[in-house]
């Protein structure tokens, strides 16, 4: 059974930036995929970023790369989200979401990212708010 605690979240000013941290356990990054999924306001939750140590590198959403990166630190269990250029639209719940299967194939991860009911376990979320 994995278990995600995120953290980090709060009130942003536009262009900001705020880094998102998620404490995970039952599993290790080279076994299991690690992802953050977003809801933001009047759209479905969306895929950010996913990772495994399997293939080294984060998959992002085509939307958010360059602005938003994702990194590990495997003896701590955690992983990051560092948001820049934060906007309005930013705004909304961002989740921590684990599923116990790593591949090394990259259509695995992109199937992840357009399909989140894929992570099979999921944090309470934290919420991000960016001020116009």
């Known amino acids: 059974q994995l278990q995600l605690v995120e953290s980090g979240g709060g009130l942003v000013q536009f262009g900001g930036s705020c880094r998102l941290s998620?404490?995970?356990?039952?599993?290790?990054?080279?076994?299991?995929?690690v992802g953050w999924f977003r809801q933001v306001s009047g759209k479905e939750r969306e895929g950010v970023s996913v990772?495994?140590?399997?293939?080294?590198?984060?998959y992002y959403a085509d939307s958010l790369k360059g602005r938003f990166t994702m990194s590990a630190n495997s003896a701590n269990n955690t992983v990051y989200l560092e948001m820049n250029s934060l906007r309005p639209e930013d705004t909304g719940f961002y989740y921590c979401?684990?599923?116990?299967?790593?591949?090394?194939?990259?259509?695995?991860?992109?199937?992840?990212?357009?399909?989140?009911?894929?992570?099979?376990?999921w944090g309470k979320g934290t919420l991000v708010i960016v001020s116009s």
């Open positions: 979401a684990a599923t116990s299967s790593a591949y090394y194939s990259g259509s695995y991860y992109r199937g992840l990212l357009l399909h989140p009911n894929g992570m099979r376990f």
């Open positions: 990772m495994s140590e399997r293939v080294g590198q984060p």
């Open positions: 998620c404490v995970f356990s039952g599993g290790t990054l080279d076994t299991i995929t």
